[in-house]
């Protein structure tokens, strides 16, 4: 009969004062790594001791034990339990947990102190980002879990973030087939199954970059930093009932408007609102859209204008900026390095001096009577007012457009299509145009929608309503396009 394999014995565990363990020389680990040894003693201090220290005993010079032992694995908690004493939270006899092997063990000590080190198996992010899941989901608040594991809050919200995407992404992570470079790319959606489609087209096409993904995911989106969010303000855009999609990975928490159709309304609202205060200037006409075109302006000729000049304040303060502008040109202009305070403050400078140098304008009410003004934004949201600008003789207006985007022509309100025909083009073929409403009652509205199917065309488009008649002209090109377009009129 076959003899069956002997069985192993494990070590011996039993406590042990912590007066009693010294430090090894046969501990291997010697540069800092990881957790420091005073957070490792903050954790003991909140959690207490979650594994044990392995020791041998030391013997003295005849071969017998002294009642002292040795510590080659476990140093880092030996080090944070000393820590705790000097701190005065724990008893110097205090008795530790300790796996006790022989001081003539077959193993060498330094082969347990590497082994300890180099068998451990590091978690895995996505499991790091499910426990502090189920920790938040089990009443631990984010600031207390970013305390406990010496994070700030917005790591933790991150890593919230990356464990509420969808499992078949948590899988690829798992067996490699996406990094957390791609994991962070696709938490800027919500949509599971948008997840996933995004994630087998890109996987089947090879171009999975984290780039790419966000853009996949973010086609029908605005994003924040668009003029246009600027301009209405993220909070005036969630007032009205719109949403928005944070990425929590940028620096700034970027994000995108869900609803772009929402966003143009209130953009078209606003200017409008910035139209109705311009015409109580006394222009003839306003013409407001989101861009300006670089030409816009050619077929206009400026009416007569006068700069205000500075008063005496404002003379002083140029004087004041040009001099200490020159000061840090002269401190600074051959260093090597300019401190960030100094940028700032020259950034400031020119600011200021900008906006006294850019002079008010005044116009003569007999001019303002026939001009108009253009109202448009500029890139950060901030408004753009051109006034004093008459049409030249056979004029017509211009309206730029571009393949694939609609533009909107808005009438004004009340203002009713008449006549056969009241929409004409002259190319039908090359321009989708047609018309719908908005609005009941008082403020009822015609819009106008034009889209070129091609860049670098040009039609004439002549619109009859009950208040006039417009002579438009529509430019396409290949990416410059008025997303909305509106004329407004004193009364006549």
């Known amino acids: 009969m076959a003899k069956s394999a002997p069985k192993l014995t494990l070590n011996s565990s039993r406590d042990i004062p912590l007066d009693r363990l010294v430090l090894s020389q046969s501990n291997v ?5 990881g957790v420091s040894i005073d957070a490792l003693a903050d954790d003991i201090a909140r959690r207490k001791l979650l594994q ?6 030391i013997l003295d010079d005849t071969g017998q034990e002294t009642g002292r032992y040795e510590v080659p694995a476990g140093g880092r908690r030996y080090r944070a339990l000393e820590l705790l004493v000097k701190r005065k939270l724990l008893a110097k006899d205090t ?7 022989a001081a003539n063990d077959d193993i060498l000590a330094e082969d347990d102190s590497l082994a300890e080190n180099a068998m451990r198996e590091a978690l895995h992010p996505l499991d790091q980002f499910r426990a502090m899941h189920a920790m938040v989901e089990k009443g631990q608040d984010i600031e207390a879990v970013a305390a406990n594991f010496f994070v700030t809050p917005a790591v ?3 890593r919230l973030k990356l464990a509420s995407v969808s499992p078949v992404l948590h ?20 949509d599971f199954e948008r997840q996933v489609q995004v994630f087998e087209l890109l996987t089947e096409s090879r171009s999975l970059a984290p780039h790419l993904i966000r853009q996949k995911l973010t086609e029908n989106v605005v994003r924040a930093a668009d003029k246009r969010a600027r301009f209405v303000t993220p909070d005036a855009y969630v007032e009205a009932g719109g949403g928005i999609v944070r990425d929590l990975f940028e620096a700034d928490g970027g994000g995108w408007l869900t609803d772009p159709a929402l966003l143009d309304r209130l953009v078209d609202e606003k200017l409008k609102a910035e139209g109705e205060a311009l015409l109580g200037e006394g222009w003839k006409w306003v013409a407001t859209s989101v861009d300006l075109p670089w030409d816009a302006l050619r077929d206009h000729r400026e009416i007569d204008r006068d700069e205000i000049p500075m008063t005496a304040e404002e003379e002083t303060r140029i004087a004041e ?6 000061e840090i040109d002269r401190l600074w202009s051959e260093a090597e390095e300019v401190p960030d305070d100094i940028h700032a403050r020259v950034d400031a400078i020119n600011a200021e001096y900008a906006e006294i140098a850019k002079r008010p304008l005044t116009f003569a009410p007999e001019e303002i009577a026939i001009a108009g003004v253009f109202v448009s934004l500029e890139r950060d949201g901030s408004i753009r007012i051109d006034r004093g600008y008459a049409w030249a003789e056979g004029a017509l207006f211009q309206v730029y457009t571009a393949p694939g985007q609609v533009t909107d022509i808005a009438l004004q309100e009340g203002e009713e299509l008449v006549g ?20 009941e009652g008082a403020t009822r509205r015609v819009h106008i929608l034009v889209k070129p199917t091609r860049p670098d065309i040009v039609t004439n488009l002549i619109i009859n309503t009950s208040r006039r008649t417009y002579h438009i002209e529509l430019r396409a090109t290949p990416s410059t396009y008025m997303a909305a377009v509106s004329w407004r009129y004193t009364p006549s």
């Open 29 to 33: 680990r010697r540069v800092k790594a």
């Open 52 to 57: 044990s220290l392995n020791v041998r005993p």
């Open 95 to 101: 008795p530790v947990p300790c796996i006790v092997k």
């Open 156 to 158: 933790v919200r991150q």
């Open 171 to 190: 899988d690829a992570y798992a067996d490699d087939r996406i990094g957390l470079e791609q994991l962070m790319a696709f938490t800027i959606s919500d």
């Open 321 to 326: 900026l040009e001099a200490e502008g020159e």
């Open 420 to 439: 056969p025909g009241p929409v004409a083009a002259g190319d039908t073929v090359r321009w989708i145009i047609g018309d719908t409403l908005s609005g």
